[in-house]
């Protein structure tokens, strides 16, 4: 059951890739970064078992970093809009 999951996932995610760079949607590249993670971590083949915890740390590098990019330009455009307000 996991396998279709995750392959649609990928098809999804290579789907999404393709209309944002051909400027068709416009989709944050943090989004892209997570489900990257996300996608990379949950790799269901049995056939890499014994590498199951180096996806596991790759793809949360990825979706951690994702999350930490979010939260620092939160704090960087708060920073920026009250340091540069124009009234």
């Not at 098809?11 to 760079?21: A, R, S, V």
């Not at 996608?39 to 994702?66: D, E, K």
Request: hydrophobic share 50%; aromatic share 18%.
């Amino acid at each position: 059951v996991a396998i279709p999951f995750w392959t649609a996932a990928i098809l999804l995610l290579t789907i999404t890739i393709i209309l944002k760079y051909k400027k068709i949607i416009n989709i944050s590249n943090k989004i892209i970064l997570l489900n990257s993670g996300l996608i990379i971590a949950g790799v269901p083949f049995s056939q890499v078992q014994n590498f199951n915890y180096l996806f596991w740390i790759i793809g949360g590098v990825l979706a951690v970093s994702s999350i930490g990019w979010y939260f620092y330009d939160k704090q960087y455009n708060k920073v920026f809009d009250q340091k540069y307000k124009y009234n």
